[in-house]
């Protein structure tokens, strides 16, 4: 069992910066592949960047603006967000996985197990 804590949500302004973490429980954080999604009102949850082993990946829309990385000396992984843009505004989460097998199933909430209870950004233009 994993429990996900994301923090590091907040308001700024468009342009800005802002770095969420995702603090787990457990010893066996290091052995999970993490992932993290965001849902902002109204649409569907949508995948913004992943962990697997020391691979990592980026939807389109942030790509050259955000970077995830995990610390397993303290269960944490980040997501540093630059270059801020109002429509990053969302509720974000992370996710667990034990297993990714499926070619892209970094990008796919069905294949993660745990999930955190999300931290609000919020992008002001």
């Known amino acids: 069992q994993v429990q996900l804590v994301e923090s590091g949500g907040g308001l700024v302004q468009s342009g800005g910066s802002l770095r969420l973490s995702c603090a787990a429980s457990g010893r066996t954080f290091s052995i999970y592949n993490m992932g993290w999604f965001r849902q902002a009102p109204g649409k569907e949850r949508e995948f913004v960047a992943a962990l697997r082993g020391v691979n990592t990946y980026y939807a389109d829309s942030v790509k050259g603006r955000f970077v995830v990385s995990r610390d397993n000396a303290k269960n944490t992984v980040y997501l540093q967000m630059n270059s801020l843009k109002p429509e990053d505004t969302a509720v974000y989460y992370c996710?667990?996985?034990?297993?990714?097998?499926?070619?892209?199933?970094?990008?796919?909430?069905?294949?993660?197990?745990?999930w955190g209870q999300g931290t609000q950004v919020t992008i002001s233009s």
């Open positions: 996710a667990a996985a034990r297993w990714i097998t499926k070619a892209g199933g970094y990008a796919a909430g069905a294949t993660y197990d745990y």
